[in-house]
Nanobody, 119 residues
Framework: QVQLVESGGGLVQPGGSLRLSCAGSGNTFSIYAMNWYRQAPGKQRELVARILSGGSTYYKDSVKGRFTISRDNTKNTVYLQMYDLKPEDTAVYYC?????????????WGQGTQVTVSS
């Protein structure tokens, strides 16, 4: 079982940068695909970035070239480095871990961290 805790959110001006961290517990962390989702007020939660256990990555089109997801399995941590932040990036960012074995699906969520991009 995986417990996830996000950190690193805050208030930043447009064009600024933040790095979010998601610390996981459990000795099976490395087999999970790790994801960053975000949800803005009144909007549906959306997938921002994903990294598989083998290192392959996926990004939402609007963040490509600005955000980078990475993981350090020795620290059970996944990161989201965000550059050139825009007001539309304002949201609560959630860390998510998922893995399926046979017909059993495992999925875990963190509590979220607020990112606000404003002048």
């Amino acid at each position: 079982q995986v417990q996830l805790v996000e950190s690193g959110g805050g208030l930043v001006q447009p064009g600024g940068s933040l790095r979010l961290s998601c610390a996981g517990s459990g000795n099976t962390f490395s087999i999970y695909a790790m994801n960053w989702y975000r949800q803005a007020p009144g909007k549906q939660r959306e997938l921002v970035a994903r990294i598989l256990s083998g290192g392959s990555t996926y990004y939402k089109d609007s963040v490509k070239g600005r955000f980078t997801i990475s993981r350090d399995n020795t620290k059970n941590t996944v990161y989201l480095q965000m550059y050139d932040l825009k007001p539309e990036d304002t949201a609560v960012y959630y860390c998510n871990a998922d893995h399926s074995i046979m017909s059993v699906e495992y999925e875990y969520w963190g509590q979220g961290t607020q990112v606000t991009v404003s002048s």
